[in-house]
């Protein structure tokens, strides 16, 4: 195999509940992730060691070391499969960076597709969502996609079986916002210092509406904890937020922000609230977009 590509969605947390930190500083969450038909695409080009990568497509700089998630994914799995080869990575970015939409776990679960053919390492899913968990607590679901009940720092998933079909529009900011400060922020509001076992509310009604497939009890059980320490952080989402509400049916914080997810109730509606923000918000990004879908996933090896 010389070339070998792939892609992966970005997500939306349909819930996102937050309990206080664990002794390891990570967060328990109880979480139902969807993910979204904004790809992330990688080639991965054979080289005969080095590892590298070119980013094409991003709203911020990043870094082509491995504090790249996509370069560490490739060497965590060439590391675990004990191979030589290397690979250049070509990155095509379409998810806001530092968005709340899981981009950087994006471009390493299509990393992990892409080098797991490209170097012929055999790995099974269950292996590389074994990895993407020491990568990132996002890096599981980009693999996985579809709907999911996640928990533990949300790296441990259980595929959710629902005949949804959800239509959104995505607010993205000009500037991101970082997820650690969130959480830090978080514990700051909440006063919660680490402790050894915690709890965290649950989602079950979500997801028995979910089950249900009652889209209106879904949407008035959406809920993200997260939502108050970004809004601390960048009060202009609150205003931003104040000012679209009752123009869907459903809005939340996606993930650790500052992306707004709006839930419409038809394609139309989403299609015409989409064009309506982008004449209305120029200095704001409008990305339609559509959900559940599939995880990362090989699309073409030559
Ligand atoms: O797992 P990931 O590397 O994506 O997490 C980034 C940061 O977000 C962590 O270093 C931590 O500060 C915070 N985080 C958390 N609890 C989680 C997930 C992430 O505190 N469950």
Redesign the pocket.
Known sequence: MHKVFASAPGKVNLALR?GP?RTD?????DTIFEAVDVYESVSATYAPSEITVSVRGATQELPTDEQNLAVKAALVLRERFGGTAGAHLDLEKRIPVAGGMAG??ADAAATLVACNELWECEASQSDLLEIAGQ?????PFALLGGLAHGV????RLVPINADAHHFWVMITSPEGLS??AV??EFDQIMGYTRIPDTLVPDTLDLQRALAAGDSAAAISHMINDLEAPAFSLRPDLRDLMKSVEGRSAGHILSG?GPTIALLCDSLGAADSLANALRTENPEHGIIRANGPVAGARVTEAI
Do not use: I, N
């Open positions: 937050v930190p500083g990570f967060h328990p969450l950087g776990s990568l990132g607590s996002d890096v533990g720092r949300g790296e997820t650690p959480f830090a650790s």
